[in-house]
């Protein structure tokens, strides 16, 4: 039973648009949200998070919106750069818990010039 | 050091061995997580420590699986009898705290274990 989920495993954009990457909750516990985003040989890095009291956090060139009636967050990234070249993944969790992480299967993003 | 340390970063061993897994948190943090990433998805939350004790092995897959953080720094994950199936790259990651959504995770670059 997938809680989290990110139906598209890879995306392709131009470098200088707009990537929107998107994620799906089925759980209506979670109250918190990350987006981590992950090199080859490396391990997850935190980029941005939003709270259910929230339908919009924004830094820099990176913004997630929370549609917590469609159990559905997506993140924006505007410009795309080729250094954003990565795999994305959206993570819940239940704040009144140990924090415990449940994350989507990813999706790989290539930004090309 | 700055970040997470796993060592090995990679471990090959064949089917019925026993491996231990090295996770070295950021210093000062009290929080203490284990996730396994298969090939082709997101990592799965494995256990969690606070300070020296396991406050949550839900995720662990069976009794094969047994990790310890005696002195609530280093963590061993420990992999008795292992199988092909075990094969995956284990992450470990630490927070300064492990209540507060705003106690961010900061991952190690994980081990990968390959079972043969």
């Known amino acids: 039973d997938q809680q989290v989920k990110q139906n598209s495993p890879s995306l392709s954009v131009q470098e200088g648009r707009i990537s929107i990457l998107n994620c799906d909750y089925t759980n209506s516990m979670f109250d918190y949200f990350l987006w981590y985003k992950k090199y080859p040989a490396e391990g997850p890095t935190f980029l941005i998070s939003?709270?259910?009291?929230?339908d919009k956090n924004e830094d820099g060139r990176f913004t997630v919106f929370l549609n917590k009636s469609a159990k559905h967050l997506s993140l924006h990234i505007v410009p795309s750069q080729p250094g954003d070249s990565a795999v994305y993944f959206c993570?819940?969790?239940?704040?009144?818990?140990?924090?415990?992480?449940?994350f989507g299967a990813g999706t790989r993003l290539a930004v090309h010039p | 050091g700055a970040g997470v340390s796993q060592t090995p970063s990679n471990k090959v061993t064949e089917k019925g061995k026993y491996v231990e897994l090295r996770c070295d948190p950021i210093?000062?943090?009290?929080?203490l997580y284990w996730y396994r990433q298969s090939l082709g998805q997101g990592p799965e939350f494995l256990i969690y420590?606070?300070?020296?004790?396991?406050?949550?092995d839900s995720g662990l897959p069976n009794d094969r699986f047994f990790a310890v953080r005696p002195e609530g720094s280093v963590s061993t994950l420990k992999i008795q009898r292992t199988e092909r199936g075990d094969s995956a790259v284990y992450l470990c990651a630490s927070s300064k705290t492990g209540t507060g959504a705003e106690n961010i995770q900061y991952f190690g670059a994980g081990t990968r274990l390959s079972v043969l």
């Open positions: 210093s000062g943090h009290t929080a």
């Open positions: 420590f606070q300070g020296t004790g396991a406050a949550d």
């Open positions: 939003i709270s259910s009291i929230k």
């Open positions: 993570a819940a969790m239940f704040s009144g818990g140990y924090n415990k992480l449940i």
